[in-house]
């Protein structure tokens, strides 16, 4: 098992970054926030989590133990693969993966791409238990359907899920209701 890596990063690819050491390249899949806030020429040390298949070796690197610790626990979720969890990382905060599982918010599970509401459903089973209860974990708000179309929008418009339920937390309780004036008060959010 490959436990850590530290190396220079050469290339940033779609999904993965290549880190040399030691004269050799090795690719490896991180979340896309991890990805985003990593250049060429950057050194990193990353936790890391080796998947072993019949025709391919696949290395999966995270920036945190708590997030790998996350990533080895989905995988026992039946029908979670190593892509869909590294989506789910990249979608949700480790402690956003915790509410929703500590409060058996399939609903927040399930605005990742690829995570239906039975998956959702089987990842709250599979996990209820096994993550452990740190302080801070209190529910996620659910939305109006006002701000689910606000989150539609600033999604299509290219921001992530956690930056619009940002966006969408920073707008003001008295703020008036209709979509327009959210989405461009949400719009505001990332001005500043």
Request: proline share 5%; glycine share 8%.
């Amino acid at each position: 098992m490959i436990a850590t890596i530290s190396g220079k990063v050469t290339h940033i690819e779609a999904n993965s970054i290549i880190i040399e050491m030691g004269g050799i390249g090795f690719q490896v899949y991180v979340p896309i926030p991890l990805k985003d806030r990593l250049k060429p020429g950057d050194s990193v040390y990353l936790f890391t989590y080796l998947i072993v298949r019949q025709d391919m070796l696949s290395l999966y690197g995270f920036d945190s133990r708590e997030s790998r610790e996350l990533f080895t626990l989905l995988l026992t979720v039946n029908g979670i693969g190593p892509k869909l969890a590294n989506s789910i990382l990249s979608t949700l905060t480790p402690d956003a993966i915790r509410r929703a599982v500590f409060h058996e918010q399939a609903d927040v599970l399930s605005r990742v791409p690829g995570v239906g509401k039975k998956t959702a459903q089987k990842i709250l089973l599979s996990l209820q238990g096994r993550i452990k209860a740190t302080e801070g974990l209190e529910p996620i708000a659910m939305f109006s359907d006002v701000d689910t179309e606000v989150m539609a929008a600033l999604t299509t418009l290219g921001y992530s899920i956690v930056e619009a339920q940002s966006a969408l937390q920073s707008i003001p309780r008295d703020a008036p209701g209709d979509v327009e004036e959210r989405l461009r008060l949400a719009l505001q959010y990332f001005s500043s």
